[in-house]
């Protein structure tokens, strides 16, 4: 969200649904998954209108009428994804180290 704000986007979280969202469109993925006693996660900012297309052949979060939507529709800029990864990762790193200062352990 933090990233999302540096390009003039509002986003949040919505109450009991994964991901981060732009009023009612979803514009960011988070997942969690465990196969065969390995961990997976990760996440996925749609930057561009070329990541949308596959998103037509699902229903995301598994709730109809969701649509989604990306970094360049909603803030009228076009930054590349080295641009977005650079403000992702100041803001990860920077949170991160937040958490390790404030950590009891």
Do not use: Y
Request: proline share 5%; net charge negative.
């Amino acid at each position: 969200m933090a990233t999302l704000a540096d390009f003039s986007i509002v986003a949040r979280r919505r109450e009991g649904l994964t991901g981060v969202w732009v009023e009612d469109r979803k514009i960011a993925s988070i997942g969690v998954g465990v196969s065969k006693w390995v961990t997976m996660h990760g996440f996925a900012l749609n930057i561009s209108p070329e990541s949308l297309p596959p998103f037509l052949a699902i229903t995301p979060c598994g709730i109809d009428g969701v649509t989604t939507t990306c970094l360049h529709h909603e803030s009228g800029q076009h930054p590349d994804t080295q641009e977005v990864g650079k403000a992702t990762l100041h803001h990860l790193s920077t949170k991160l180290a937040e958490l390790a200062e404030n950590s009891t352990t």
